[in-house]
Nanobody, 114 residues
Framework: QVQLVESGGGLVQPGGSLRLSCAAS????????MGWYRQAPEKQRELVAT???????NYAEFVKGRFTISRDNAKNTVYLQMDNLKPEDTAVYYC????????WGQGTQVTVSS
């Protein structure tokens, strides 16, 4: 079992930046995949970015060049740096940890609006 707590969401203007954090209750070293997903109102949850235990990354096309995922195993934390935010990035962002099982955080709201 692991608890994941996301933070860092908020209201930002278009073109702005936010950094999301996902803090795990125990070591994330054993999770072969950590990821960020998002869900906008009345839409399905979608993958944003993932990072493996060897720090290989994968991004959805719509965030490539704007978002960066990283992990700090010593702090049991995964980050999502989001730059050049657009209104269509507005969603609840969720952290996911995958080993033999998958675990989700409770989500953090990101709103991009002028």
């Amino acid at each position: 079992q692991v608890q994941l707590v996301e933070s860092g969401g908020g209201l930002v203007q278009p073109g702005g930046s936010l950094r999301l954090s996902c803090a795990a209750s125990r070591s994330i070293f054993t999770f072969y995949n950590m990821g960020w997903y998002r869900q906008a109102p009345e839409k399905q949850r979608e993958l944003v970015a993932t990072i493996t235990s060897s720090s290989s990354t994968n991004y959805a096309e719509f965030v490539k060049g704007r978002f960066t995922i990283s992990r700090d195993n010593a702090k049991n934390t995964v980050y999502l740096q989001m730059d050049n935010l657009k209104p269509e990035d507005t969603a609840v962002y969720y952290c996911k940890a995958t080993s033999r099982n998958s675990y989700w955080g409770q989500g953090t709201q990101v709103t991009v609006s002028s």
